[in-house]
Structures are given as C-alpha cells and as structure tokens.
T-cell receptor, first 114, second 110 residues
Framework: DAGVIQSPRHEVTEMGQEVTLRCKPI?????LFWYRQTMMRGLELLIY????????DSGMPEDRFSAKMPNASFSTLKIQPSEPRDSAVYFC????????????FGSGTQLSVL | GESVGLHLPTLSVQEGDNSIINCAYS??????FIWYKQESGKGPQFIID?????DKRQGQRVTVLLNKTVKHLSLQIAATQPGDSAVYFC?????????FGQGTRLTINP
C-alpha cells in the first residue's frame, strides 16, 4: 500500500483565498483524522471521521474551516477565506476504528498564507 | 505531554548509548499511551503503545514505561543509532482521539 497520500505537498496562497487540502487514506481504514502542526501549538486534532461520517469537529478553529469525506477513499479540508495565522503543516492520518492509537500519517501539506 | 513554547526540549546522546525520553500526561481516563517519531519533513510514525492497565511494554530496541501514580510515560531506546534522530511525541488516547504532547528532539552525537 502507498500509505496515506496528501496533496498538494506545498501550498502558497494570499490572504483571503480559498485553500483545499486533499487526502487519500489507506485502503481498508475506516477512520480518518485531520491534524494541524505549528511550533507554538504542536499537533492539534481538527476533526475526525468514522465510516465517512464526521464524529468530532470540536478542534476546527473557526467556521472558515470545513472538512468533508464523500467516500471511503477521499477527504478534503477547506479554508475559506484563508488568513496568515492558518499557516501550518496540515496532516491527514487514517486508522482502523478499533486501533485508533495506531495512526498512519501522510507527509503533510505545508501551507503558507501571505 | 506538556510545555508550551517555541523551543522543543532537546536530548543529546552519544551513538551507542541508551536514550530515555520522558513525558507527563494529563488525562487519567486515557486508555492507551503511545509514542510517535517524526523525522524532518515527514508525518509522525507510530513506534509503540501501552494500555493503561500495563506498566511496561517492550519492542525492538524500545521500551515504554507507564507510571500512573505520577502520570508519567517514558520511552527508552537501546543502543541509539543515527537513524533515531527525530522528534519524539507522546500521545494519549481518549474517546478515539489522540492528544499529542509538544515533543522532544533527540540528537545523536557521533
């Protein structure tokens, strides 16, 4: 298996623009997690899905952030409008529901909002 | 995990020595405690976990110790190698969510 695949690898955008981050989880995994990593706040859980259904979005910072999982093999995290403080590395991770302690992370998307 | 700030705690060890990385956790209701390794430019990678009803678990060159009395978790790496250079995160699992600590940077001196 290729592992969790995220795209793009790097994204540079201007404040106010819409940003869409994409994730393909490992085939057979039924849980998907979006994390954000910054030096100041470390790794923060934004939202997670089980069987394509959002279970907990309490970590989503504002209404500007939204996430979808239309099917078992694809998820998106959208920021609209983007702000400089959204600059971070965004990770997607997947797991089996009953082994959520063992997350498989993608390589991340480095987002820079100018 | 704890500590907030711009600078990660750093542990420097000599190649071949044993490394011990420590972590304090906060939630007594967590059912699993886990260690992840993050190399530069990559996502975190699972190393080893321990259930809350255990106090020690061993893997290949790694041992995790859990002290619930003082809410302390440690990762021991035997015979540290250059490939062990990374940031190590402890995490606790509660209600299907992993909460990560701030991390410790491990550097290996030749």
């Amino acid at each position: 298996d290729a592992g969790v695949i995220q795209s793009p690898r790097h994204e540079v955008t201007e404040m106010g623009q819409e940003v869409t981050l994409r994730c393909k989880p490992i085939s057979g995994h039924n849980s998907l997690f979006w994390y954000r990593q910054t030096m100041m706040r470390g790794l923060e859980l934004l939202i997670y899905f089980n069987n394509n259904v959002p279970i907990d979005d309490s970590g989503m910072p504002e209404d500007r952030f939204s996430a979808k999982m239309p099917n078992a093999s694809f998820s998106t995290l959208k920021i609209q409008p983007s702000e400089p403080r959204d600059s971070a590395v965004y990770f997607c991770a997947s797991s089996l529901w009953d082994r959520a302690e063992k997350l498989f992370f993608g390589s991340g998307t480095q987002l820079s909002v100018l | 995990g704890e500590s907030v700030g711009l600078h990660l705690p750093t542990l420097s060890v000599q190649e071949g020595d044993n490394s011990i990385i420590n972590c304090a956790y906060s939630n007594s209701a967590s059912d699993y405690f886990i260690w992840y390794k993050q190399e530069s430019g990559k996502g975190p990678q699972f190393i080893i976990d321990i259930r809350s009803n255990m106090d020690k678990r061993q893997g290949q060159r790694v041992t995790v110790l859990l002290n619930k009395t003082v809410k302390h978790l440690s990762l021991q790496i035997a015979a540290t190698q250059p490939g062990d250079s990374a940031v190590y995160f402890c995490a606790e699992k509660w209600a299907q969510k992993l909460v990560f600590g701030q991390g410790t940077r491990l550097t290996i001196n030749p």
